[in-house]
């Protein structure tokens, strides 16, 4: 018998939460104007507005008006610029990571360039800055995943040809880019982005003088269209450690630096890091 309340109990509390969570609203008791609810409530009469679909300020004792609506009011939206992370439109409008991502549906922190991200609430428009500006999402993303194992392999990290299908600049036709291209011009020092050993420091069909290191754990660094080679096979190198100087050696139209982690052998985005 006990069991069977505690049941109910726990049936009953669970309901409750799933209604709260989806009607948040209050009930419009004489006197109440728009003004004093949005007051109350720490919500604008913009918003109040736009979520009830009030077409003026005239309401009514006994009415419902919605608070929040959280499972699908958008609110709203910003459009990504270059820079933008999850993290620095969240501070901007004061919502939460977490908030925006379920908001927009987004499965992890990748934004692209001139997307919308809606925001769940209302803001005006002198707040909504659509000016800001530096190097892009996909870079900043980048350096976030690589960073946190394989630092990365040069100071400054601009990608100007990113990992996958592509057509070849040279070849002309679509192939698979094993890695990201970076933006380094002439003899640009290279560091080893993570401890290991060198097993190849030398010549190599199209990737011209290449650096490659064994990184343990199954996991290969490779570093090509260098200009100079500044390591030796079987040297062991620590995280850091300049290894070479960037070039346009091999299959290339222009000074940069193609770096490259495979595991197992096969080539990974350094994206997913
Ligand atoms: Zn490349």
Redesign the pocket.
Known sequence: MKSIQKKIFILITLFALISCSNNKYYTVKKGDTLYSISKKNDVSIEELKEINKLKNNLLYSGQKIYIRSSNNYKGSYHIVRSGDTLYSISKKYNVTVKDLKKINDLKDNTLFKNNKIYLGKLISKKDLNYSSTSITTYEDNYKNSILKNFKQPLKEMTVT?PFGYRVHPVLGRKIL?????LRASMNTPVYSPYGGIIIYAGWMSGYGKIIIIDNGSSYETRF??LNRILVKKGQRVAKGKVIGKSGKTGRVTGP?L???IKYKEQPINPMNL
């Open positions: 040809s880019h094993t890695g990201v291209d090509a269209h940069h193609h770096y490259e």
